[in-house]
């Protein structure tokens, strides 16, 4: 299956800070999504992003699929970014997302 | 409009029982995975329907896992005899399709499952 790294693996950030999390992956993929993991458990999509640059308030992402990664920004952080963030690719060699380890992200006031 | 809804929200079950798990994807959505997430493996693919189809069963995790969907939207994913390491939380997500963007998944608030 496709290997899917994240990095860092943790991130402590003071509220206002910017922040770049990366996603490389191993193979072709048809799909690629962030999520947020909110402390309560619930997975939220961020974005879609299998190819290109999307903006959605202060997170933007990026994905070069010709070079296998993707980046996730978090500009102007608040303490409500707290939480972990995945990355996951999707293949339709077998239909499944697979997720990298994810990264902890928390926002101190 | 809805979301992907799974029930029980927690489960606490003696080892040795069979549980069974609940997802309802959201309306009009014709894919339909599984997942878990456990502190050791993190989030793991389980199984996909596609319809009331699943082409692939291989990512289940034993053969005391079973999955099915009806009518093309609930699932109930059957775990017998549950052991200790199928604590976690089970995870339902659907997409539109299994094709370009609606390749799209959302993810329900899973099931916490607890095998003491």
């Known amino acids: 299956g496709i290997q899917v790294e994240q990095s860092p693996p943790d991130l402590i950030l003071q509220e206002g800070a910017n922040s770049t999390l990366r996603c490389n992956f191993s193979?072709?993929?048809?799909?690629l999504q962030w999520f947020h993991q909110n402390p309560w458990g619930q997975l939220i999509n961020l974005f879609y992003?299998?190819?290109g640059t999307k903006q959605n308030g202060r997170l933007s992402a990026t994905t070069v699929a010709t070079e296998r990664y993707s980046l996730l920004y978090i500009s102007s952080s608040q303490t409500t970014d707290s939480g972990v963030y995945f990355c996951?690719?999707?293949?339709?060699?077998?239909?499944?997302?697979?997720f990298g380890a994810g990264t902890t992200v928390t926002v101190r006031a | 409009g809805a979301g992907v809804s799974q029930s029980p929200s927690n489960k606490v079950t003696e080892k040795g029982k069979d549980v069974e798990l609940r997802c309802d994807p959201i309306s009009g959505h014709t894919a339909l995975y599984w997942y878990r997430q456990s502190l050791g493996q993190g989030l793991e693919f389980l199984i996909y329907?596609?319809?009331?189809?699943?082409?692939?069963k291989s990512g289940l995790p034993s053969d005391r896992f079973s999955a099915e969907r009806t009518g093309g939207s609930v699932s109930t994913l059957t775990i017998q005899r549950t052991q200790q390491e199928d604590s976690a939380v089970y995870l339902c997500?659907?997409?539109?399709?299994?094709?370009?963007?609606?390749?799209?998944?959302?993810f329900g608030p899973g099931t916490r499952l607890t095998v003491t």
């Open positions: 992003i299998p190819s």
């Open positions: 997500a659907s997409s539109l399709a299994l094709g370009g963007p609606t390749y799209e998944q959302y």
């Open positions: 996951a690719v999707f293949s339709s060699n077998d239909y499944k997302l697979s």
């Open positions: 193979d072709s993929v048809n799909n």
């Open positions: 329907f596609q319809g009331n189809s699943a082409p692939d």
